[in-house]
């Protein structure tokens, strides 16, 4: 059993810049990716980004390609996101969440097996 806790998230204007934490305890060495993922109200959940926790291979989507940087702290057993030049549209619920076995859909939510309780993030215009 994995646990995961999110912090980080809260109101910055468009421009600017937030950090997302993932701590992550429990089974954590059997982990193979952590990911990130977004969902706006009437929106379905997106994924943001993942790296794969032993490797560090990093994959993203084009909506925040050059924006949005993950990496992982393996002896903190944390995962990171970094959000620079935020925009409004980027305001959402950001959700961490962790896969325990290799998987070629790892940007598809219904692959990982724990989530956790989310973050909100509001980027003003």
């Known amino acids: 059993q994995v646990q995961l806790v999110e912090s980080g998230g809260g109101l910055v204007q468009a421009g600017g810049s937030l950090r997302l934490s993932c701590a992550a305890s429990?089974?954590?060495?059997?982990?193979?990716?952590m990911g990130w993922f977004r969902q706006a109200p009437g929106k379905e959940r997106e994924f943001v980004e993942a790296?794969?926790?032993?490797?560090?291979?990093?994959y993203y989507a084009d909506s925040v390609k050059g924006r949005f940087t993950i990496s992982r702290d393996n002896a903190k057993n944390t995962a990171y996101l970094e959000m620079n030049r935020l925009k409004p549209e980027d305001t959402a619920v950001y959700y961490c969440a962790a896969v325990m076995r290799r998987s070629l859909s790892i940007n598809n939510y219904a692959r990982y097996d724990y989530w956790g309780q989310g973050t909100q993030v509001t980027v003003s215009s």
């Open positions: 429990g089974g954590t060495v059997s982990i193979y990716a």
């Open positions: 790296i794969t926790w032993s490797g560090g291979i990093t």
